[in-house]
């Protein structure tokens, strides 16, 4: 299996940060433990880098971090750390079990990472 793009973290990124109790927030750490785990990704796809020597699928998890916090459906209490909006919760809710696309226009799109 190939690392997900961060378009296809988000949506378990979201539903990972609205399953927290009072919208409690994670950290960086944790979303990537989650994402790993949610895609079941091996050791082979934990290793794999990208040039600057950074795991592929913590970088794209990062960036899915960063995209929905441009949204305006998660935010940053303070560096490394984030929860969910009442807008990503309402967001995720919509699309559960559908594309992100589908969940909200205002998530910015660019190239693949």
């Known amino acids: 299996m190939a690392v997900p793009k961060y378009d296809e973290m988000m949506l378990p990124v979201l539903k990972r940060l609205g ?9 960086s750490k944790q979303i990537r433990e989650h994402v790993a785990l949610h895609f079941a990704l091996g050791e082979d796809e934990r290793a794999e880098q990208i040039p600057s020597g ?3 699928y913590a970088n794209n998890a990062q960036w899915a971090c960063t995209y929905l916090k441009q949204a305006g459906l998660i935010a940053s209490p303070k560096r490394g750390s984030f929860r969910i909006r009442s807008e990503g919760a309402l967001c995720w809710r919509r699309a559960s079990g ?3 696309g589908r969940c909200s226009s205002a998530i910015p799109s660019s190239g693949s990472s």
């Open 19 to 27: 399953d927290e109790r009072d919208f409690e927030p994670l950290t």
């Open 54 to 56: 950074f795991a592929r």
């Open 98 to 100: 559908r594309s992100t």
